[in-house]
């Protein structure tokens, strides 16, 4: 088979993971209905992985990948507010396919899963997101004359607060109170902006 035949067919099955995730959530997402959904056998889905959990974590790195990149891009110069409300749509998204999902398969994908071989590579793409987070922050905050707090669990806090406020985007949370998602993101990326920007001496 040829190269572009192997991406190909790759790219499949994992499209198919994804519809099925959509439609059915983690308990939906067998390796029967991924081969079928991508016009392959269940032979095939296993030359690509080593089982359904091995295309769940696929599928997340490839969002997280997503995500370093929208960092890596980012015009520094358009504030830290700014910077968490562009990565903000692609956190929501990550947390309506996976976070669910996630809590039935009993594992914290999002923290880097159980120690399988394709959990490790999620959890080393995570933290390399993470790092390209902090790095984002940091540039941004410099760009403004700003100084973050000097913490490592800095951006692991920024990230579990975004997942916080895509929850609330996901469940309509806020729209029970009558607040807009508008509302919401503006004050959620500015209450973080504050929890960590070190405050200038009075």
Do not use: C, N
């Not at 983690?26 to 269940?42: D, E, K, P, Q």
């Not at 910077?83 to 880097?112: D, M, T």
């Not at 579990?160 to 009558?178: E, F, K, N, P, T």
Request: glycine content about 10%.
């Amino acid at each position: 088979m040829a190269w572009g035949d192997a991406k190909a067919r790759r790219r499949d099955i994992l499209r198919s993971a994804s519809r099925l995730l959509e439609s059915s959530g983690y308990a939906g997402l067998t390796v029967r209905a991924i081969a079928v959904g991508a016009g392959v056998s269940s032979g095939t889905v296993y030359q690509y992985f080593d089982g359904k959990e091995d295309v769940f974590v696929a599928l997340m790195a490839a969002r997280l990948e997503d995500v370093r990149a929208t960092l890596d891009e980012f015009d520094r110069t358009e504030g830290i507010g700014g910077l968490l409300a562009a990565i903000l749509p692609q956190v929501r998204e990550i947390w309506r396919l996976f976070g669910r999902s996630a809590q039935q398969r009993g594992s914290k994908v999002l923290a880097g899963g159980r120690r399988g071989k394709r959990a490790v590579t999620s959890a080393t793409v995570f933290r390399r997101m993470a790092r390209s987070l902090d790095r984002a922050l940091r540039e941004t905050a410099e760009a403004a004359g700003q100084t973050l707090v000097d913490h490592p669990a800095m951006p692991y806090w920024v990230w579990d607060s975004l997942i916080g406020v895509a929850d609330d985007l996901v469940h309509g949370g806020s729209l029970q109170a009558r607040v807009s998602a508008d509302r919401l993101v503006a004050f959620a990326t500015g209450a973080i902006e504050r929890g960590i920007v070190v405050s200038a001496p009075a």
